[in-house]
């Protein structure tokens, strides 16, 4: 299973920025997806999360700015963000659990980072 995000730049504040991120080879389904940011020199920390039935979960800093959205037959997870601020400036990872087989259970997998800067 390979994870692929995309949609990263460079935007002013105020603006908006759209990451897609695609999940490719053996899948039977997918759970949990999630986007996640690190910042240099900070942790990496959950932005927003969207469970199988679409229930979003965001952290209180993207609140109201970000969506996070998932379209299942493609396997893809969204996340619009508006309003960015320079302090949104980090690398954006994805997330997902995936399970591959009846035979196994739910397992974690990382995408690649794409960079996401705000200019003040």
């Known amino acids: 299973v390979q994870l692929q995000a995309s949609g990263g730049g460079l935007v002013q504040a105020g603006g908006s920025l759209a990451l897609s991120c695609v999940a490719s080879?053996?899948?039977?389904?997918?759970?949990?997806m999630a986007w996640y940011r690190q910042a240099p020199g900070k942790e990496r920390e959950l932005v927003a999360a969207i469970a199988s039935g679409g229930f979003p979960d965001y952290a209180d800093s993207v609140k109201g700015r970000f969506t996070i959205s998932r379209h299942d037959a493609k396997n893809t997870m969204y996340l619009q963000m508006n309003s960015l601020e320079p302090e949104d400036t980090a690398v954006y990872y994805c997330s997902a659990d995936v399970r591959i087989s009846s035979r196994f259970g739910f397992y974690h997998y990382w995408g690649n980072g794409t960079q996401v800067t705000v200019s003040s």
């Open positions: 080879g053996t899948i039977l389904s997918i759970n949990r």
